[in-house]
């Protein structure tokens, strides 16, 4: 039987396997269990709990920031703020107080700055683990929310910030670039990409424009992973402008010297929209003081397609395998050094 690939789990395999398996029916389960979806959804008296749960397996610095930051992003994308988070800390054996202290400290920082309470988890070290795992519950009690699966054939697709910020940002820290054209100054500017790794204020006022059908993070397989998920769950297609997409310089060079991909590297802190026809120019107006937007393609009627910078157009048929984890399957998998 063939062993599955590093990372996200194929998302036929999923929709086969797991997304069939999802317990009791609820009537106040107002999401269903779906490929592409950023969170679940439950129907209370006056609102809605939004919740989701993310773990961080492939990094190895800033494991509890990353953590809350990822879960938090996908609750942003139902256009309300983040509010509460469990977490879960499995250390590996030899695990000290101090690094315990070192995730914990993380976690609590990154609630801090986000506006999140911690109301508890599970703590332990646990055999057989060749690194920290840390995964973070983020849940918030709203009145009214969109999802992934809201775009509409005709709206535009536009983007916050840059492709592949996390990834680069990881690439700049575990990769040895000493012997490339990478010089120093890059990769610091490029570690500091994870500063942008958050989507909250960004999600929020694209929402609050009432001007977005859909929104949707990019976490592994980047921009294109997410616009694949994002058709999938609304039931549209897509046509996207690769020459449209921003690229930072660090990011640019650092893909180009390794030969990957920058639409298909992990890009936690860039959220993709899908915005009502004619008001592009009001979601950048409601973004402006808080990052750049730019539209890289639209929603069409089934086909997924990207149009190629030479011109040409390229069908995609399946989500694309993350370019990060592609980097660490060439060299074994293990501990996230690249």
């Given at each position: 039987?063939?062993?599955?690939?590093?990372?996200?789990?194929?998302?036929?395999?999923?929709?086969?396997?797991?997304?069939?398996?999802?317990?009791?029916?609820?009537?106040?389960?107002?999401?269903?269990?779906?490929?592409?979806?950023?969170?679940?959804?439950?129907?209370?008296?006056?609102?809605?709990?939004?919740?989701?749960?993310?773990?961080?397996?492939?990094?190895?610095?800033?494991?509890?920031?990353?953590?809350?930051?990822?879960?938090?992003?996908?609750?942003?994308?139902?256009?309300?703020?983040?509010?509460?988070?469990?977490?879960?800390?499995?250390?590996?054996?030899?695990?000290?107080?101090?690094?315990?202290?070192?995730?914990?400290?993380?976690?609590?920082?990154?609630?801090?700055?986000?506006?999140?309470?911690?109301?508890?988890?599970?703590?332990?070290?646990?055999?057989?683990?060749?690194?920290?795992?840390?995964?973070?519950?983020?849940?918030?009690?709203?009145?009214?929310?969109?999802?992934?699966?809201?775009?509409?054939?005709?709206?535009?697709?536009?983007?916050?910030?840059t492709a592949g910020?996390?990834?680069?940002?990881?690439?700049?820290?575990?990769?040895?670039?000493?012997?490339?054209?990478?010089?120093?100054?890059?990769?610091?500017?490029?570690?500091?990409?994870?500063?942008?790794?958050?989507?909250?204020?960004?999600?929020?006022?694209?929402?609050?424009?009432?001007?977005?059908?859909?929104?949707?993070?990019?976490?592994?397989?980047?921009?294109?992973?997410?616009?694949?998920?994002?058709?999938?769950?609304?039931?549209?297609?897509?046509?996207?402008?690769?020459?449209?997409?921003?690229?930072?310089?660090?990011?640019?060079?650092?893909?180009?010297?390794?030969?990957?991909?920058?639409?298909?590297?992990?890009?936690?802190?860039?959220?993709?929209?899908?915005?009502?026809?004619?008001?592009?120019?009001?979601?950048?107006?409601?973004?402006?003081?808080?990052?750049?937007?730019?539209?890289?393609?639209?929603?069409?009627?089934?086909?997924?397609?990207?149009?190629?910078?030479?011109?040409?157009?390229?069908?995609?048929?399946?989500?694309?395998?993350?370019?990060?984890?592609?980097?660490?399957s060439r060299r074994?998998?293990?501990?996230?050094?690249?």
């Amino acid at each position: 039987m063939r062993r599955l690939p590093l990372g996200k789990i194929p998302i036929g395999v999923l929709e086969s396997t797991v997304l069939g398996l999802t317990g009791a029916r609820s009537e106040s389960a107002v999401t269903p269990a779906k490929a592409g979806l950023d969170f679940g959804a439950v129907k209370l008296p006056g609102g809605y709990l939004v919740v989701s749960a993310d773990p961080i397996t492939g990094v190895s610095e800033e494991i509890g920031r990353y953590a809350v930051k990822v879960s938090a992003n996908d609750v942003a994308t139902s256009g309300n703020r983040p509010q509460f988070a469990e977490s879960v800390i499995l250390l590996p054996e030899g695990s000290t107080r101090t690094d315990l202290e070192k995730v914990a400290r993380q976690i609590h920082d990154a609630a801090m700055e986000s506006g999140i309470t911690i109301l508890g988890g599970h703590t332990e070290v646990t055999p057989g683990l060749g690194h920290p795992i840390v995964v973070v519950t983020v849940f918030s009690l709203v009145k009214e929310f969109i999802t992934s699966g809201g775009a509409q054939e005709g709206d535009t697709l536009m983007m916050t910030k840059t492709a592949g910020l996390e990834g680069t940002a990881e690439l700049a820290r575990g990769y040895d670039f000493s012997s490339s054209g990478v010089d120093a100054p890059l990769l610091k500017r490029a570690r500091k990409l994870i500063g942008q790794i958050d989507v909250t204020e960004e999600a929020v006022r694209a929402f609050e424009t009432r001007q977005v059908h859909a929104m949707h993070d990019c976490t592994e397989g980047g921009v294109l992973g997410a616009v694949f998920e994002m058709s999938l769950a609304s039931g549209v297609g897509f046509r996207l402008n690769e020459a449209a997409v921003p690229v930072a310089q660090e990011t640019r060079k650092i893909c180009s010297e390794l030969s990957i991909d920058p639409l298909r590297l992990i890009g936690s802190g860039s959220l993709l929209l899908a915005v009502e026809k004619g008001a592009e120019d009001d979601v950048k107006r409601a973004l402006r003081s808080t990052c750049r937007v730019t539209k890289i393609g639209q929603f069409v009627r089934s086909r997924r397609e990207i149009v190629t910078k030479d011109g040409g157009v390229r069908l995609v048929k399946e989500a694309p395998e993350d370019e990060l984890w592609r980097m660490i399957s060439r060299r074994g998998g293990g501990r996230h050094r690249l």
